[in-house]
């Protein structure tokens, strides 16, 4: 209700052409909200005209009409409240915070000026925009733009929450993917290097018994060799019987 009423307030300054133009804009009656505009742009009251221009997109002579309204109204938290949202509205923050300060300096609790700083602090999604929002509520509880801020802040509060579980376990599956992975090489790195130490083995025993054979035959070799010697005899039949010896050891 004081959200309407704060158009309706300033009746000696905005008059009901103003609420009637916010009414065609929700209503989406361009037609009508354009001809209430040019209304408004030639109004000799300077608030007034400063609104008409600002809808119409004249912004710097709107500008200049909100600053002979102050100028003209020093004490008037609501015409810095409406030049501030002027501001916002063109992304000019520190301009709009100074004046929504400057209307609180003149009224604390003033639910617009509050509402302004609620919406400043939610552009950079600032804890504050829901101080400020809570703060203009409970000025005036029915204030539908800060239920909206505050709605739009705990969706995203809850989006936000619900990405960030996602990301986690995202990140967990993956750790453990890379895990399992690794796990995995390891146990082929040492059944390749378990086989390969094996087959190394293998090829050393294989190795080790052909030289054993051969040392052996070497010795027989020597052995039968003396005992021939010993026994003077070179029968042919001696010396084949030896070769035959030799090459079975072998």
């Known amino acids: 209700m ?54 119409l997109g004249l912004t710097q002579d709107a500008n200049n009409a909100f600053r002979a309204a102050s100028a003209a109204n020093p004490k008037s938290a609501e015409i810095k ?17 100074a ?34 929002a809570q ?8 204030l539908v733009e800060a239920q909206a801020l505050l709605a739009s802040y705990e969706a995203k509060k809850v989006q936000a929450e619900k990405d960030a579980a996602e990301i986690v376990a995202a990140a967990k599956d993956e750790a453990n993917r890379l895990k399992t992975e690794a796990a995995q090489k390891l146990d082929d790195f040492v059944a390749r290097r378990t086989k390969q130490a094996e087959l190394k083995i293998a090829q050393a025993e294989a190795q080790a018994a052909a030289e054993v054979r051969a040392a052996a035959a070497d010795l027989a070799t020597l052995a039968a060799g003396k005992l021939l010697a010993d026994s003077s005899t070179t029968d042919k039949s001696f010396a084949a019987a030896l070769g035959e010896i030799k090459a079975k050891l072998n």
């Open 2 to 55: 004081r959200s309407t009423l704060f158009l309706l307030l300033a009746g000696s300054l905005y008059g009901q052409s103003v609420a009637d133009c916010e009414a065609h804009k929700r209503r989406g009656r361009l037609a009508e909200l354009q001809r209430c505009y040019e209304q408004l742009s030639t109004s000799r009251d300077l608030l007034q005209r400063a609104e008409g221009l600002w809808g």
């Open 81 to 97: 409240i409406r030049w501030g949202r002027f501001f916002l509205d063109r992304w000019q923050k520190e301009d709009a915070a």
């Open 99 to 132: 004046l929504f300060e400057e209307a609180m300096e003149i009224r604390k609790d003033h639910p617009q000026a509050l509402l302004g700083m609620a919406l400043l602090a939610s552009e950079g999604f600032e804890k504050k925009a829901v101080e400020f």
């Open 135 to 142: 703060k203009a509520l409970d000025a005036d509880p029915k």
